[in-house]
């Protein structure tokens, strides 16, 4: 699994993070957007401006949180039901 991140998520889509890298990486999206949403929306008055960059800044993080992870994972994703008859335990 050397320079995997991530691991297909067993049930549902997408990918589940498995080493430091994946985590920082998804810690680091999450603080991206709280803190925008702090500096963006914290402040009394709400603009239309202020919601549109928040949501452009949100966004561009989970557009790249998905391309990072789906390169970095170890495997396909595709929609899982869990552990198929082929899979070892």
Do not use: C
């Not at 889509?13 to 430091?20: D, E, K, Q, R, S």
Request: charged share 15%.
């Amino acid at each position: 699994m050397a320079g995997y991140w991530f691991k297909p998520k067993r049930y549902g889509y997408g990918a589940t993070p498995v080493t430091w890298q994946g985590w920082a990486l998804t810690g680091g999206a999450v603080i991206v957007i709280v803190v925008a949403a702090l500096l963006l929306l914290h402040n009394g008055e709400k603009t239309t401006g202020a919601w549109i960059a928040f949501f452009a800044i949100e966004a561009v993080v989970i557009a790249i949180l998905w391309i990072i992870s789906r390169r970095k994972t170890d495997g396909e994703w595709h929609w899982r039901w869990g552990e198929t008859q082929n899979s070892e335990r």
